[in-house]
């Protein structure tokens, strides 16, 4: 079995050259990271608060569903039509575990840790980018959330040192609002977040149909509609146990509860869509 492993590393795509490019690719943003962390302490204050929180879980979900499409992609589709590359798993697997590590401990020099590495990784995707024409657009689209991401980190948790030393208050220059009360949960969402997901999730049904093959002008309403609903059937009832769990164990609603109800959209429809992107890809 052991002699065989070269030849089927091969044919996944993972043969000397590529593990070279991915070293330096790696080396890249670890230069770029450490740079970054470096300016970040030198000028930035990091609060470990709330947002901090949501942004570990957040990139690692995002990063977790890269490395599931990444197996998925090497292990079903042609080799020719593989968009995302087996050698880029370290690199996907330590920013995963460092934000999760961020998630269950907000400390200051981790959150700086996982944002430089994020921009890091970032700045090296533009740059593969410019160079050769290895970066497809799983990976733009990897970067550009990651960033997105990254800016929602720094708007909540982070400070210049000026502002943080001339803040008239310890909470407002750590962006945490302690004297506000929180309204009580409700165990339902209001009518912004269903319109929100209902449209979100009729994007969503056209662009698997468009991945089916379908073009634009002959995309089937009933189709899509239908889509969108079974959509969001799933994602309620995925939901609906853990919400109602929570009322009988505590006796009020679960905190976050619309936040759950996005994050859960999100796996749902990327389970969705990447399963026809799956068949998108065999038939090219």
């Not at 990444?70 to 050698?87: A, C, D, G, K």
């Not at 929602?152 to 400070?159: F, V």
């Not at 976050?256 to 992107?277: D, P, S």
Request: hydrophobic share 55%; with cysteine; proline share 4%.
């Amino acid at each position: 079995m052991l002699d065989r492993l070269p030849e089927s590393l091969a044919l996944r795509g993972v043969g000397l050259p590529e593990l070279g490019s991915a070293y330096l690719v790696f080396l890249g943003t670890l230069i770029a990271s450490v740079i970054l962390f470096l300016c970040s302490r030198s000028w930035l204050v990091v609060t470990p608060n709330r947002a901090a929180k949501h942004y570990g879980l957040y990139v690692a979900t995002i990063l977790v569903s890269v490395i599931v499409a990444t197996i998925l992609e090497n292990e079903l589709v042609p080799r020719s039509s593989v968009t995302l590359q087996y050698v880029m798993l370290p690199q996907l697997f330590v920013l995963t575990l460092i934000h999760l590590w961020i998630y269950y401990v907000q400390e200051p020099r981790l959150i700086a840790v996982g944002a430089s590495a994020n921009l890091g990784s970032c700045a090296m995707i533009g740059l593969v980018a410019l160079f050769s024409d290895r970066s497809h657009v799983s990976y733009w689209l990897m970067a550009g959330l990651l960033t997105g991401l990254v800016a929602y980190l720094a708007y909540s948790s982070i400070s210049t040192k000026r502002g943080f030393l001339t803040a008239q208050s310890i909470y407002a220059s750590s962006k945490e609002h302690k004297d506000r009360r929180l309204a009580p949960q409700r165990p339902w969402l209001g009518l912004p977040q269903w319109v929100a997901l209902a449209c979100a999730s009729i994007v969503l049904a056209a662009v698997n149909a468009a991945l089916r093959g379908y073009g634009i002008a002959d995309i089937p309403a009933i189709t899509v509609l239908g889509e969108s609903a079974s959509l969001l059937a799933i994602t309620m009832l995925i939901c609906a146990l853990p919400a109602v769990t929570y009322w009988f164990a505590h006796k009020h609603w679960m905190p976050e509860l619309t936040r759950f109800v996005w994050l859960v959209w999100l796996v749902v429809g990327f389970a969705f869509t990447y399963g026809n992107f799956l068949s998108h890809l065999q038939q090219a």
